[in-house]
């Protein structure tokens, strides 16, 4: 029995929630686990709001798109804001988007985000950027691989129609200044 509601335990951080599971041991090695790789300052109540895939992959490759030795099951795009704003309309086009919020931490989560929900947006983190050099200006859209080639059949169309929109907003926005 805890002393404690589940809502007190929820809005402590990862840290504080060890101290107070310390005399129970599988709750205490998976909070330590966290506390381990730097996530410890986490509440408690963010866990499980971090998507994760139902089980561990046999195997995980990381390559360009162009040189995967198998079929990809989520590609992971990286890139200026403006340019994949472009790959997300495009994937709205496609009917292959999902409703899910712009995902922060862990990067990691945008791939089981993508192959449950869709096509997904993420800022990335601090983990990823430090590993692969990604910019502050950089962020990431994740596609499901099945999903590729139908995004890719529409940004042809969607990149047409933001130049013509671009032209438009700038006259406005001129006659706007003018007026």
Do not use: W
């Not at 995980?60 to 994949?84: E, K, M, Q, S």
């Amino acid at each position: 029995m805890f002393p404690a509601s589940f809502a007190y335990v929820a809005a402590r951080s990862v840290e504080e929630a060890l101290e107070f599971f310390s005399s129970h041991t599988k709750i205490k090695r998976a909070l330590q686990a966290l506390c381990d790789t730097g996530l410890g300052y986490l509440k408690m109540d963010e866990v499980p709001g971090i998507a994760r895939l139902p089980k561990s992959p046999g195997a995980i490759v990381y390559a360009p798109l162009g040189d995967t030795p198998v079929d990809p099951d989520v590609v992971l795009f990286i890139g200026p804001p403006g340019r994949l704003m472009l790959l997300q309309e495009a994937a709205v086009r496609a009917g292959v988007a999902t409703n899910v919020p712009f995902l922060g931490r862990p990067t990691c989560m945008a791939l089981p985000a993508a192959l449950t929900a869709g096509t997904v947006a993420s800022t990335g983190c601090i983990g990823n950027r430090v590993y692969t050099g990604a910019g502050d200006d950089e962020i990431y859209v994740a596609v499901r691989g099945r999903d590729v080639a139908r995004v890719a059949d529409e940004t042809e169309t969607i990149a047409k129609a933001n130049v013509a929109l671009a032209d438009y907003h700038r006259e406005r926005r001129a006659t706007l200044a003018t007026e």
